[in-house]
């Protein structure tokens, strides 16, 4: 196998950085010179898909982002295609390879060198003859029988076992998988709060009545937690024995965090009670309340990695500012607890009598 189609992944990383340098429609700026002789068909422009058609011809850029690239029928392009979000039609002969990145390839005439697909559906035709290597990964093959591959045919569609992807690349899929991520983050999320609610209902009324009057302090105490927690993760990673503890801080900072958030959507439930239901919750009824908020606002694209970035940070700070919901408040390490009260001084009074009894006084 050419060491192209072995470098195939990297190339698409390459290309995929290299892509601002590639503007779209870059190929139909590019005219032929007119002194060139050339069996080319004129180019032409119109409407296929979203994209424009470009009819390439051997003196054509061979590099297209969300375009059409067509070699028609009778026309031989003498350098490699590459597309990037497009689609690539070959119905006449290309001398090079054809690379596909994020798109689709139908390929029914002759291509001299290799045919890489990454992450693209693959249609090979009876008419089709690669004198090269055939390569599909990540993306389907359809290949016919009767089409004519002089070097290796590799296969390699993990996307079957990816739901939404087994037709190929999709935005539509990617927007749902997405949105089934944050789904199960929403399923897993809702479980801790429960049971952190079953658990230390005292602490989350705790800390949602101190939250309206400290929320302004917990937010700078919630980014000053996370960028401790960020050094102290990093610093422990560094050595080997230290990896344990990094991945204890981050549970532990987790465990926290919940405890506020958990706190905060009591209290939103509650005032969702109070000032639409007109009446108190309990602390299940008024937790699921604030939830069933925050969820809504969690799945807006966007706004909601927002939503829930700014909720994280108020509820790491509002329960570290609470100790975690607990009667007593910070105080330093290492100072005694506190003298006793002092009686007031200036008291002419002198200090208690002492009975004592005298012998025979009952007689």
Same mark, same amino acid.
């Given at each position: $196998?050419?060491?192209?189609?072995?470098?195939?992944?990297?190339?698409?990383?390459?290309?995929?950085?290299?892509?601002?340098?590639?503007?779209?429609?870059?190929?139909?700026?590019?005219?032929?010179?007119?002194?060139?002789?050339?069996?080319?068909?004129?180019?032409?422009?119109?409407?296929?898909?979203?994209?424009?058609?470009?009819?390439?011809?051997?003196?054509?850029?061979?590099?297209?982002?969300?375009?059409?690239?067509?070699?028609?029928?009778?026309?031989?392009?003498?350098?490699?295609?590459?597309?990037?979000?497009?689609?690539?039609?070959?119905?006449?002969?290309?001398?090079?390879?054809?690379? /596909?990145?994020?798109?689709?390839?139908?390929?029914?005439?002759?291509?001299?060198?290799?045919?890489?697909?990454? $992450?693209?559906?693959?249609?090979?035709?009876?008419?089709?003859?690669?004198?090269?290597?055939?390569?599909?990964?990540?993306?389907?093959?359809?290949?016919?029988?009767?089409?004519?591959?002089?070097?290796?045919?590799?296969?390699?569609?993990?996307?079957?076992? /990816?739901?939404?992807?087994?037709?190929?690349?999709?935005?539509?899929?990617?927007?749902?998988?997405?949105?089934?991520?944050?789904?199960?983050?929403?399923?897993?999320?809702?479980? /801790?709060?429960?049971?952190?609610?079953?658990?230390?209902?005292?602490?989350?009324?705790?800390?949602?009545?101190?939250?309206?009057?400290?929320?302004?302090?917990?937010?700078?105490?919630?980014?000053?937690? =996370?960028?401790?927690?960020?050094?102290?993760?990093?610093?422990?990673?560094?050595?080997?024995?230290?990896?344990?503890?990094?991945?204890?801080?981050?549970?532990?900072?987790?465990?926290?965090?919940?405890?506020?958030?958990?706190?905060?959507?009591?209290?939103?439930?509650?005032?969702?009670?109070?000032?639409?239901?007109?009446?108190?919750?309990?602390?299940?009824?008024?937790?699921?309340?604030?939830?069933?908020? =925050?969820?809504?606002? =969690?799945?807006?694209?966007?706004?909601?990695?927002?939503?829930?970035?700014?909720?994280?940070?108020?509820?790491?700070?509002?329960?570290?500012?609470?100790?975690?919901?607990?009667?007593?408040?910070?105080?330093?390490?290492?100072?005694?607890?506190?003298?006793?009260?002092?009686?007031?001084?200036?008291?002419?009074?002198?200090?208690?009598?002492?009975?004592?009894?005298?012998?025979?006084?009952?007689?």
């Amino acid at each position: $196998m050419k060491p192209l189609v072995l470098a195939a992944p990297i190339a698409a990383v390459l290309f995929l950085t290299a892509a601002p340098a590639f503007p779209a429609g870059a190929a139909e700026r590019l005219a032929p010179p007119k002194a060139a002789a050339s069996p080319a068909v004129p180019q032409e422009s119109g409407g296929e898909g979203p994209g424009r058609r470009l009819h390439i011809s051997r003196d054509n850029s061979s590099v297209t982002i969300s375009d059409v690239a067509h070699v028609p029928k009778g026309v031989v392009h003498h350098d490699d295609i590459v597309a990037i979000f497009g689609k690539v039609q070959v119905e006449g002969e290309v001398t090079g390879d054809v690379v /596909v990145i994020f798109g689709s390839a139908d390929i029914s005439g002759k291509v001299g060198g290799d045919v890489v697909g990454i $992450m693209s559906a693959m249609h090979i035709t009876d008419e089709a003859d690669i004198n090269g290597d055939m390569v599909s990964v990540g993306g389907p093959l359809s290949k016919a029988s009767g089409a004519r591959i002089g070097g290796e045919t590799v296969n390699l569609n993990v996307l079957d076992f /990816v739901p939404f992807f087994r037709h190929g690349f999709s935005w539509w899929a990617v927007l749902w998988i997405c949105l089934l991520i944050k789904l199960a983050k929403l399923a897993g999320l809702f479980l /801790v709060v429960l049971l952190i609610t079953a658990i230390v209902p005292r602490r989350l009324s705790l800390i949602a009545d101190a939250f309206p009057k400290r929320w302004g302090m917990a937010i700078l105490a919630g980014l000053l937690g =996370y960028c401790a927690t960020v050094v102290l993760c990093v610093v422990l990673a560094c050595t080997l024995i230290g990896i344990p503890l990094a991945i204890a801080l981050g549970l532990a900072t987790k465990l926290i965090k919940w405890i506020g958030l958990a706190s905060i959507l009591f209290l939103l439930g509650q005032q969702i009670g109070r000032n639409v239901l007109k009446r108190d919750l309990s602390h299940f009824a008024s937790v699921l309340g604030g939830f069933a908020v =925050y969820a809504v606002i =969690y799945l807006i694209p966007i706004l909601g990695a927002f939503f829930a970035g700014a909720m994280s940070v108020l509820a790491l700070g509002i329960s570290i500012l609470t100790r975690f919901g607990s009667d007593e408040p910070w105080r330093r390490s290492g100072l005694p607890a506190g003298p006793p009260p002092i009686p007031p001084s200036g008291s002419s009074a002198g200090p208690p009598p002492v009975y004592t009894p005298v012998p025979g006084a009952g007689s």
